[in-house]
């Protein structure tokens, strides 16, 4: 009997600490203006609207008071407050009071990005990249805190503008290529492109709000199609971050579509009769064998 005893002693403190366990849950965070899962520089400084939506569960084995209540917390650290008595450095409250109403889940949204990064306290830079640390805490029924914590980034940085090269002309269309350049205008962190946009309007006239071809990085080439052959185009590239930042307008090129021919309509145009294909037997093949002779004995007859 005494060695059952002790055995059931030994096994009281185990379940006494199972009781006050926490773990950390995760928050969620979104914008309004995008969903890249980053704030950029127009962003941080308002020249942008932007507001932010958090959705968090904390995780904790213990029961979630009814009349409890979570704080929302942002910090430029890793960390957020772990007790109602220690705090980490560089923290502001983005909102206190939000009821819990006896669930380990809560959100709050409407905030914009700007009031939430220049809080009091915090150190963050619209022009370096960082980033946005956010928590959610609750004290459960057994006076632990529960905490769930989450992140975005802070884009700083800028890609340098595109070096543009000449068009390549095409059938209705322009061949872009461009290569990445190595200076920034705007103050922000020189970055790496993400992506670039490229925008082509008649010549001398106003480039268009939209893009005429995107294109993910490391790829630095794209056609542009529609266009009208015999007709002038301008062609700018710019060059985009993961979160949005747009680089300086690149070097502005011009260039004009051409119409080719493809092997038929020369063949064709020369007074070939051979449609093509192989349902023709030996007369096709002939005329595959023939196609060049036409075209040279047209190109001869010309004056």
């Not at 950390?24 to 704030?39: F, L, P, R």
């Not at 021919?261 to 145009?269: A, E, G, L, P």
Request: proline content about 6%.
């Amino acid at each position: 009997m005494a060695p059952r005893l002790a055995a059931l002693l030994l096994l009281l403190p185990t379940v006494a600490l199972a009781q006050v366990t926490t773990t950390t849950g995760a928050v969620t965070i979104a914008e309004s203006n995008d969903s890249d899962n980053a704030i950029n520089i127009a962003e941080c400084n308002g020249s942008i609207a932007d507001t932010l939506s958090f959705t968090w569960t904390v995780s904790t084995y213990s029961v979630i008071p009814t009349g409890g209540s979570f704080t929302l917390y942002v910090s430029d650290t890793s960390g957020c407050p772990l007790s109602t008595t220690t705090s980490t450095a560089n923290t502001a409250t983005i909102a206190s009071s939000i009821p819990t109403n006896g669930s380990s889940s809560g959100s709050y949204s409407g905030v914009s990005v700007s009031s939430v990064l220049h809080s009091s306290g915090l150190t963050f830079s619209c022009s370096v990249p960082s980033t946005i640390f956010v928590c959610a805490t609750t004290v459960d029924g057994s006076g632990a805190v529960a905490t769930a914590v989450g992140s975005i980034a802070l884009d700083a940085s800028v890609p340098p503008a595109p070096v543009v090269n000449d068009p390549s002309p095409g059938d209705q269309a322009l061949g872009v290529s461009w290569s990445s350049g190595s200076t920034v205008v705007d103050g922000g962190t020189t970055g790496t492109a993400a992506s670039y946009e490229v925008f082509v309007t008649t010549h001398g006239g106003a480039f268009p709000v939209n893009p005429s071809a995107t294109v993910t990085s490391p790829s630095t080439s794209a056609r542009v199609g529609g266009l009208v052959n015999g007709v002038l185009y301008d062609v700018v590239v710019y060059a985009l971050s993961s979160g949005g930042n747009i680089s300086a307008a690149s070097n502005v090129v011009s260039g004009t579509p051409v119409h080719v021919d493809d092997f038929w309509s020369s063949y064709r145009n020369a007074g070939g009769k051979e449609t093509g294909g192989c349902s023709h037997g030996a007369a096709g093949a002939i005329a595959l064998v023939m196609a060049p002779l036409l075209l040279l004995a047209r190109k001869r007859r010309r004056p």
